[in-house]
């Protein structure tokens, strides 16, 4: 215990010793870093971010939501159709004509931006800049392209079902068609519409002019008709029976053609905003005080072990 005050009265003794040193020291501290770290050497930058949640996403894999929605902000089309916006290039004055001036530019706007999964399963884009306007915006313009691509590909899968059931309906009317056309036919040239009234009411009929007493030679049409029915009524039932099968299949073709139509024309998007982004009123870097205050300690440490290793050093 003793050896322990001792030590400390001999610091406390030392820094005394050499307060002005102390005092001198501090101030100069102060006084760069106050210089070093105002507007004209550091910009001021702010900050702006948006709380999201997913929304009509279809899962590929066995990803979440939330883990597809990352996947998808970090598509190089949504990062280009921001620098594009906003002319980043021009902003961050990144000459992207030069050698690796793409990458630099790609490198700043990475740093710019942050987007990650909250505890909560939302994600949460951040974009920093030394336009307050400017951070708020990129961030609104991510989601927006967030949306855009993500609606680009589901109508890109939409477009590949769209296709395959339009040439399924496709087969289909030109089946109806085919078999419209015999039943057209047996329809003209041998009057069936319908095969089964019909038979009973030509049978009612010729029963009855039999019955009446009607001439077997006036009863020609009848007999004709009779005919036709014998000849081609087997295969006019039949042929209605497929038509009505076909036509069947074909309206329920049509309307998944019309449901996958409607799908692939959706303007959905696919975020909830639960907190919407906003031009931040406060910059968030750099906090001067700190930097000043960081300074000032540092200094004073490096000048403290200085003058202790030159007391031991003189001792010696």
């Not at 322990?4 to 009265?9: K, Q, T, V």
């Not at 001999?10 to 770290?37: G, N």
């Not at 004209?40 to 590929?60: E, G, H, L, Q, R």
């Not at 074909?250 to 309307?255: E, R």
């Amino acid at each position: 215990m003793k050896e322990y005050l001792e030590s400390n009265y001999y610091f406390i003794k030392l820094i005394l010793k050499w307060k002005f040193h102390f005092l001198i020291t501090t101030a100069a501290a102060i006084i760069f870093s106050a210089v070093f770290s105002s507007e004209f050497f550091i910009k001021s930058t702010y900050k702006s971010f948006a709380i999201v949640y997913p929304s009509n996403i279809i899962p590929y894999s066995s990803e979440s939501p939330s883990e597809q929605l990352l996947q998808l902000l970090e598509s190089s089309d949504i990062r280009s159709s921001v620098i594009s916006k906003f002319k980043l290039a021009a902003h961050y004055d990144i000459d992207t004509t030069v050698k690796a001036g793409l990458f630099e530019l790609i490198k700043t706007y990475e740093s710019n931006v942050e987007v990650k999964s909250t505890q909560f399963n939302s994600i949460e884009i951040t974009a920093f800049d030394t336009d307050p306007q400017i951070a708020c915006g990129m961030v609104l313009e991510i989601i927006n392209g967030l949306n855009l691509k993500a609606r680009n590909l589901q109508r890109e899968k939409t477009k590949e079902v769209l296709a395959i059931v339009h040439n399924q309906l496709l087969v289909k009317k030109k089946q109806v068609d085919s078999v419209n056309s015999i039943l057209q036919e047996l329809r003209v040239k041998y009057q069936l519409l319908d095969y089964q009234i019909q038979v009973k009411e030509v049978t009612k009929n010729y029963l009855k002019a039999l019955s009446s007493g009607t001439r077997k030679e006036n009863l020609k049409d009848i007999d004709t008709f009779m005919r036709n029915l014998e000849e081609k009524g087997g295969e006019c039932y039949q042929t209605k029976k497929t038509f009505d099968i076909l036509l069947e299949s074909y309206n329920t073709t049509k309307l998944d053609y019309d449901k996958v139509m409607s799908d692939w024309r959706k303007e959905l998007t696919y975020t909830n905003i639960v907190s919407r982004p906003y031009p931040a009123d406060k910059k968030s870097y750099p906090i001067r005080w700190l930097i000043v205050a960081g300074s000032a300690v540092s200094a004073d440490l490096f000048l403290f072990l200085l003058i202790v290793i030159l007391n031991i050093k003189n001792k010696i």
